[in-house]
């Protein structure tokens, strides 16, 4: 079993019927080790999307997720990361509503920085942006766990 983190976007938020259909997509296809609330500070979003500092879109992303409150997930399931990155779909969301319309950039996305989530890319990209939002959650004690149950 594979975990992964979803963020929950400002925008969606705000919209109760988008945020409960995502929600209820997301307990369809995965467990949910941990759920909060989370207003993501500026030092934050300067941990959590370090990678792309000096990128053209950095300033415009950190400054809309620093906007209000955002709805963070710790997912489990096998292949929990690219299950997840194919729910949402593509990043660009104009590409999102052509290719892959019922995908929840496509229904919920309002542009390339408002595309409704955020998924990492990667299982050690997960862990990292795991601590960062969950630093109370033990992520070895849960794979710990899960390798006692299949013995």
């Known amino acids: 079993m594979e975990v992964t983190l979803a963020v929950i976007k400002p925008h969606v938020l705000r919209n109760t019927y988008a945020l409960q259909q995502i929600k209820t997509l997301i307990e369809e296809n995965f467990r949910v ?3 909060k609330e989370v ?5 934050l979003s300067d ?4 990678e792309h500092r000096g990128k053209f879109f950095y300033h415009r992303l950190t400054t809309f997720m ?3 409150p955002c709805y963070a997930l710790i ?9 997840w990155r194919r729910l949402m779909g593509p990043t660009k969301v104009f590409r999102a509503v052509y290719t892959e319309p019922q995908c929840i950039r496509a229904l919920y996305g309002l542009s390339d920085t408002r595309n409704a ?4 890319d990667s ?5 990292r942006e795991i601590g960062i939002l969950f630093p109370e959650f033990d ?3 849960v794979a710990d766990r899960e390798s006692k149950k299949r013995t």
């Open 66 to 68: 620093n906007s209000g």
């Open 123 to 127: 299982e050690a990209s997960a862990l």
């Open 75 to 83: 997912l489990q399931s096998e292949a929990s990361v690219q299950k």
């Open 47 to 50: 941990r959590f999307y370090a």
């Open 139 to 141: 992520v070895l004690a």
């Open 117 to 120: 989530c955020h998924g990492s």
């Open 33 to 35: 080790l941990g759920h």
């Open 39 to 43: 207003h993501i500070t500026k030092e």
